[in-house]
RNA sequence: UGCCCCUUAGCUCAACUGGCAGAGCGUCUGACUCUGGAUCAGAAGGUUCCUGGUUCGAUCCCAGGAGGGGCAACCA
């Protein structure tokens, strides 16, 4: 067949999974379109290492006039919550994607112990009634065959009146398990008996109540889930690939035909960041960050707290693929494709950070003049332009100033001059400092002959500058995000310390007092803009309100000025 | 004393199952010249972990070896 398809240059390249997944459509080997499903547990918010699940399979679902559901594989009643149904359904929406079907496998209960029944009148399930540290002990290790529990013989009667009493709730929590009936020895520990239902007796499912007493394995429920939805293909993470075995045992001992088969992918890690549910729990209920959607959080809601666009992680996830190889990306992949996703979209805008008072000795006291300034560059295929006061006192940042600087700086210091962006070239006369030497305003004269736009405007200056009118721009917060955590790997710390013992400290460092151009003041919250020459921000939709504007940084531009320094 | 997965450019990763090995970042060079800490373009860069085998042809298939990772939760 791929002799009679003709190679089209213009066709995506395809991962492995869409290979398989064509090619099942290719063969007709399910009888019907491919079905896939994205199956979170409701007991934390969804996070970059979901959001690349989601785009593959919302993605194949799309690309294959497939269809995809929405599946919580809520089996577990001490950890789920209401909350957390809530925000995933959100964050997937916020993505882009639309589910066919939302679907809970706490609706499967009543399924699943028919088959769990099923399974022991077939004599391939038995209700053990050992400890759980004998059934640990019991099961061997990965080098040696495992001790067949005493209860393993059991007949089916006993074994049909024990079930039904656990779901009863005849017996309190560990007394008794059901599990499938393989084999002790079995080379994959997986399939050593793997245990089917356990007793939860006193819990109080988020949706189901108290109504039931027993509730099944993620081994029990899953492939028998996607089954009942008559899934084709179920993706997962690598490290599920030993339960493979159990979940083809299980969807053909239960009858299924032309049941779903699962094919692995490798989980996404991200540097300087944690990816997992149970770790980012901890940064929210140890206070190392405000919440889920703290922007510092790599969580669907804090990245968009933060002002990332969904089309960039949806870029993102195309990026980095998807292989059966464990694939630790690098923060700077991430960051370019949201800086690659905001070039294009948002406008500039002027802000100084770090304030730096500048009096222009020549410019006539009390005078105003109107720059108009362009919100993209010559090489974004969008037009736009405002006005920008121009006054006697500026603001520039203190980075941009250098007193005693090195070769290549390009920006002002005492005797040079430097552009101010769509306005007037200036030159620096003489520094004022305080008491302690501390430099508190630049005293410069302009060239009225070099206002941008004007006729004499093209003369040659190294450096452009951005600015704000001290009597014009708005007091705002800038809240500067850095990566979490100050290392590549968190886990990698010395013996008997945790991921925490890598936290950055500089995570999160507030400006309380910046200066931004006049022309933002009444944008809504979360618009999103470039400071020209420092990064890209969005005003905080909680926190920002007119008098009072908070941005977030979402990423700094390309810094090749740090490289330069590194360089020596 | 097991079973399974992985090893490709400086780095992080792709490569549609046998047909000239690709991308991002980084590096270098150039362009624009009012973001010079932005943006854009081009280039350099590979013994595809090692050793054998099969084949006209191997990153891909087979055997052995070395290194890394997953599996022994009544979590998912």
Redesign the pocket.
């Known amino acids: 067949m791929?002799d009679a398809t003709p190679?089209d240059a213009s066709?995506p390249?395809?991962?492995?999974i869409?290979?398989?997944v064509?090619?099942d459509v290719a063969t007709g080997r399910f009888g019907r379109a491919p079905a896939t499903r994205f199956?979170?547990?409701p007991?934390g918010f969804l996070h970059m290492g979901h959001a690349k699940s989601i785009c593959l399979n919302f993605g194949i679902a799309k690309e294959f006039g497939g269809s995809c559901n929405l599946r919580f594989?809520?089996?577990?009643p001490?950890?789920e919550d209401m909350k957390y149904v809530e925000s995933i359904k959100r964050d997937v929406q916020w993505l882009g994607f639309r589910w066919d079907h939302e679907y809970y496998?706490s609706d499967y209960f009543e399924q699943l112990y028919a088959i769990a029944e099923a399974l022991v009148q077939k004599g391939k399930a038995y209700v053990?009634?050992?400890?759980?540290e004998e059934?640990?002990?019991n099961?061997?290790?990965?080098?040696?065959p495992?001790t067949p529990s005493p209860y393993r013989t059991r007949s089916v009667e006993e074994n049909l009146d024990l079930l039904r009493r656990m779901r009863a709730g005849e017996f309190p929590?560990?007394?008794?398990?059901l599990r499938a009936k393989i084999d002790l020895a079995h080379?994959?520990?997986?399939m050593?008996d793997p245990?089917l239902l356990?007793?939860?007796r006193e819990a109080h499912h988020y949706r189901r109540g108290s109504t039931w007493k027993i509730?099944?394995?993620?081994?029990f429920?899953?492939g028998l889930s996607d089954a009942i939805e008559g899934i084709t293909r179920s993706l997962c993470t690598?490290?599920?690939?030993?339960?493979r075995d159990i979940y083809d045992w299980l969807v053909a001992e239960a009858g299924f035909t032309n049941p779903p088969t699962q094919i692995?992918f490798?989980r996404l890690?991200l540097?300087y960041t944690v990816l997992s549910k149970?770790k980012l729990l901890r940064l929210v209920n140890e206070g190392h960050v405000s919440g889920w959607d703290d922007p510092r959080m790599p969580t669907i809601a804090g990245l968009r707290r933060r002002g990332v666009r969904p089309e960039a992680i949806r870029a993102f996830a195309e990026?980095?693929?998807?292989?059966?190889?464990?694939?630790?990306?690098?923060i700077?992949?991430f960051e370019?494709?949201v800086?690659?996703d905001l070039?294009m979209e948002v406008p500039?805008r002027l802000a100084v950070l770090n304030p730096l008072k500048v009096i222009l000795t020549n410019f006539p006291e009390g005078r105003v003049e109107q720059l108009e300034a362009?919100d993209?560059?010559?090489?974004?295929p969008k037009t736009g332009t405002r006005t920008l006061p121009f006054g006697r006192e500026l603001y520039i940042?203190r980075?941009?100033f250098m007193e005693d600087p090195p070769k290549?700086?390009?920006?002002l210091s005492p005797g040079n001059e430097v552009?101010?962006?769509?306005?007037?070239i200036i030159k620096c006369d003489s520094v004022v400092k305080d008491a302690t030497g501390a430099i508190v305003e630049l005293h410069c004269s302009y060239d009225p002959e070099?206002?941008?736009?004007?006729a004499n405007?093209?003369?040659?200056?190294?450096?452009?500058?951005?600015w704000v009118s001290a009597a014009h721009a708005l007091s705002c917060e800038i809240r500067l995000y850095d990566r979490l955590f100050s290392q590549p790997d968190p886990d990698d710390v010395p013996e008997g310390q945790d991921f925490l013992a890598a936290l950055n400290p500089q995570s999160l460092v507030v400006i309380a007092d910046a200066k931004v151009e006049p022309t933002v003041g009444n944008d809504p919250v979360g618009s999103r803009y470039?400071f020209?020459?420092?990064?890209y921000f969005m005003s905080d939709v909680e926190d920002s309100r007119p008098g009072h504007l908070v941005f977030n940084r979402i990423v700094?531009?390309?810094?090749?000025?740090?490289?330069?320094l590194?360089?020596g």
Do not use: C
Not at 73 to 76: E, G, H, R, Y
Not at 408 to 411: A, D, P, Q
């Open positions: 791929t190679l066709a390249r395809r991962d492995f869409r290979e398989m064509a090619d199956p979170p547990e007991n594989d809520d089996t577990n001490f950890t496998a053990d009634s050992q400890t759980e059934i640990r002990v099961r061997g290790t990965v080098t040696s495992g929590d560990g007394a008794h398990v080379p994959n520990m997986i050593r245990l356990r007793i939860r509730y099944p394995l993620y081994d429920a899953h690598l490290e599920f690939k030993d339960n692995e490798a890690e540097d149970r990026v980095i693929g998807v292989a059966r190889k464990d694939a630790r990306v690098e700077a992949t370019h494709a800086r690659d070039n500039r362009q993209y560059p010559h090489d974004v940042d980075d941009d290549k700086f390009f920006r552009r101010l962006r769509f306005g007037y070099t206002r941008s736009g004007g405007s093209d003369r040659k200056v190294k450096g452009t500058i951005h470039q020209e020459r420092t990064g700094g531009l390309r810094d090749s000025w740090a490289k330069e590194k360089k």
